[in-house]
Nanobody, 125 residues
Framework: QVQLVESGGGLVQAGISLRLSCAAS????????MAWFRQAPGKEREFVAS????????NYADFVKGRFTISRDNRKNTVSLEMNSLKPEDTAVYYC??????????????????WGRGTQVTVSS
């Protein structure tokens, strides 16, 4: 049974950095893509970043390029999201997700099979 468990959220001031972590278990994730999505109150869920488990290739939403970095640790089975220069508009629940990699499906949450419960990130101005 696949489990994704997020941690690292919290309340921070604008400009501060925060690191989210996703502990993945239950299967061999070779050939999978791991991603972070977020959902702010009253808004739709949106893609943030993804990393292919094998090879480590990454993909980012335009609004986080240069500020966020996604990475994975194959030995620890974790996926991290380093978030720098946080802004109030980054406030959201951040979710870890996983699915078999397809090049044209990485940014669409509907294509993901497994989800964590999310971790709240609140950025104050």
């Amino acid at each position: 049974q696949v489990q994704l468990v997020e941690s690292g959220g919290g309340l921070v001031q604008a400009g501060i950095s925060l690191r989210l972590s996703c502990a993945a278990s239950g299967r061999n994730f070779s050939g999978y893509v791991m991603a972070w999505f977020r959902q702010a109150p009253g808004k739709e869920r949106e893609f943030v970043a993804s990393v292919i488990w094998t090879g480590g290739f990454t993909n980012y939403a335009d609004f986080v390029k240069g500020r966020f970095t996604i990475s994975r640790d194959n030995r620890k089975n974790t996926v991290s999201l380093e978030m720098n220069s946080l802004k109030p508009e980054d406030t959201a629940v951040y979710y870890c997700a996983a699915t078999v990699f397809r090049r044209d499906a990485v940014q669409d949450g509907a294509n993901y099979d497994y989800w964590g419960r999310g971790t709240q990130v609140t950025v104050s101005s």
